[in-house]
């Protein structure tokens, strides 16, 4: 745990400037961020992180609930509307198929585990969920909505489990991926990224979130979550161009990706969501190419096997 507490104590990077886009191989990982003055009355990204909480908080007061989300409520304005009674929700669906991927693959890594969660910046996942020991959980979401969550959070106890770490990164950061080294993030080690509530802008901004995963990730690492269906440059009723749509997006950052039917995994749950359009794509990769560090390390591998040949025949001579 010495390697985790250490990385505790970096200052954190914030800024409220519109971010300019920093370089890394030639291409650009970052400016995932827009510039917004608003009041916490008006705040989109606000209000809409208040809203997935409600749900979230709904389907935990049910009788047979999908998931347990004991911290949800403290975010829901006392007023709040409840109507335990409405089918399953489809963002509830994706909260629990993303739950479950992301505690089975950290229970299968060895040593450090790397989690890193895209979010709307009052995501739970942290606290609510069973980590195993020596898990590291880098949270990438908006800083005023993350520090709004936070002082509530700490005010209803909440605590990340024994012997793991939870650090966030801003959204805001001018450099995303450096941002994450600086941390403690080894892109030569295992490691499981998500997304659900993250503000997506633009299909460019998309983007440049997949570079940087893919720059971060090492090859069989997992990315999975979900998109808003606007993404798609196609109509989304037609599944085959969505999907075609997804493999030639993921694919061109090294990703094999597979789009995930929520009525699918809700029948696996033994549950039936409602029918009919939904907002966002359910989806699950791989990544197949090595991440920067492990191109990284093996230059310098290669370099200095060369190295060595170079200092052999020399004394031959």
């Known amino acids: 745990m010495e ?5 505790a104590c970096v200052p954190m990077s914030t800024t409220t400037v519109v971010s300019k886009f920093s370089c890394n191989n030639n291409r650009m990982r970052n400016g995932w961020l827009f510039k917004a003055q608003l009041s916490y009355e008006n705040d989109p990204l606000l209000q809409s992180a208040i809203s997935s909480a409600s749900l979230r908080f709904q389907e ?16 829901v304005p006392p007023n709040t509307r409840m109507d335990l009674e409405n089918p399953l929700k489809h963002y509830c ?7 479950d ?4 693959t950290a ?11 895209l979010s709307d910046g009052m995501d739970t996942r942290p606290y609510r969920l069973d980590w195993p020991s020596s898990t590291i959980i880098f949270d990438i979401s908006p800083d005023r909505v993350f520090q709004n969550a936070a002082e509530k959070l700490q005010g209803v106890g909440a605590k990340v489990p024994r012997n793991c770490l939870y650090l966030h990164i801003p959204l805001e950061c001018t450099d995303i991926l450096q941002t994450l080294r600086s941390k403690g993030f080894n892109g030569t080690r295992p490691s499981i990224w998500a997304i659900q509530g993250l503000p997506v802008m633009t299909l460019a901004r998309f983007e440049e979130i997949l570079f940087t995963v893919s720059g971060m990730a090492m090859k069989g ?4 979550g979900e998109l808003p269906a606007w993404l798609a440059e196609t109509e989304f009723g037609s599944k085959s161009s969505t999907k075609e749509w997804m ?15 929520y009525h699918d995994v809700a029948k696996s749950l033994g549950r039936v969501v409602k029918p009919g359009e939904h907002e966002n794509i359910l989806f699950v990769s791989e990544q197949l190419q090595l991440s920067d560090d492990q191109m990284e390390t093996r230059r310098k591998e290669i370099q200095k096997v060369e190295e060595d040949g170079d200092e052999e025949g020399f004394k031959e001579h």
């Open 3 to 7: 390697c985790l507490l250490k990385f």
């Open 60 to 75: 935990t007061n049910k009788k047979e609930p999908l998931f347990v989300d004991p911290y949800a409520g403290c975010f």
């Open 93 to 99: 669906i994706a909260t629990k198929f993303i739950d």
């Open 101 to 104: 991927k992301l505690l089975r």
């Open 107 to 117: 229970n299968h890594m060895d040593g450090l585990k790397q989690v890193v969660i």
């Open 221 to 224: 690492c997992a990315f999975l």
């Open 247 to 261: 493999n030639n997006l993921f694919m061109s950052n090294g990703f094999k990706v597979d789009m995930v039917s």
